[in-house]
């Protein structure tokens, strides 16, 4: 089923990175195995006009997917806003992951230099797609800027270790309804992604669970199919939990088969 991303429709919910593969042949083919139609490109580590960024980008315009320009490796509001600006003439798209690292040990966004790139990059005309920490009142901030995505990471970048903080990202989709929600980061296996879908949210950005696997392809497909279960899962409602074991047969009159016995002794 299509979903509006930005106002563009979508079928796939699976929003993947181009990095770290250790082919371009393999990136291409986990890309399209994986069915995502939005991809992820970093200006600043990947050039396309320089240190062979030229064949990259041809390998990327190959897939006629969405591209999702992102400010990686940016540490102050100043240095996203000008690479978001260069990505913009680069890409040809008003589109920008927005980026600004505060640690440079877990990557974690500096809220105060995001909220204020946010600002100004809003202001300049361009779609934000904020890469956020799970923190509620910053997702609210960013809304009341104009964002209509936010992207609050699962885990820090490249960690695997999936949902740290269920409760925190529960409470995000609950305070906000109207606002595209996109998992980013720390996912490392397609139950990761299932969970996240259960949870309501719109869709899923990674890269490296798919490209640092032993089969990317391969991986690319599981994490697709996960998605898919996932955001089925929460369209048909997820039985609650409970504290009491409930039968799944519940024990009401005669069994029968022994009424069935019964039957085959009058018979007889």
């Known amino acids: 089923m299509s979903w509006q991303l930005a106002g563009v429709a979508l079928n796939s919910r699976f929003l993947i990175g181009s990095s770290l593969y250790p082919s371009p042949h393999i990136m291409q083919g986990a890309i ?12 600043r580590r990947q050039s396309p006009k320089q240190q062979g960024g030229d064949a990259f980008w041809q390998h990327i315009q190959g897939l006629e997917r969405h591209i999702l320009p992102n400010t990686a490796g940016c540490y102050s509001a100043k240095d996203a806003v000008m690479t978001a600006n260069m990505a913009r003439e680069v890409f040809n798209t008003h589109w920008i992951k927005l980026e600004v690292l505060g640690d440079e040990y877990n990557l974690q966004p500096d809220p105060f230099a995001l909220l204020e790139a946010t600002k100004e990059l809003i202001a300049q005309g361009f779609e934000v797609f904020p890469y956020a920490t799970d923190d509620l009142v910053l997702a609210e901030r960013l809304v009341n800027a104009g964002c209509n995505i936010v992207m609050p990471w699962g885990a820090p970048i490249g960690t695997g270790r999936g949902l740290m903080n269920p409760y925190a990202l529960k409470i995000l989709r609950a305070r906000l ?11 490392g296996a397609p ?16 890269n490296t669970a798919v490209a640092e696997a032993n089969d990317p ?20 409602g997820v039985m609650q939990q409970r504290d009491l074991a409930k039968p799944s047969t519940p024990v009401l009159g005669t069994p029968f088969w022994h009424q069935d016995k019964n039957h085959r002794g009058n018979a007889s």
């Open 177 to 187: 309804p109207d606002t595209t929600l996109i998992i980013d980061a720390g996912l």
């Open 191 to 206: 139950s990761h992604a299932a969970q996240a879908m259960e949870f309501g949210f719109d869709g899923v950005l990674l």
């Open 32 to 43: 399209a195995e994986s069915e995502a139609e939005v991809v992820t490109v970093s200006l």
């Open 217 to 236: 392809v391969l991986m690319a497909r599981a994490f697709r199919d996960g998605i898919r279960a996932g955001r089925n899962g929460f369209e048909a």
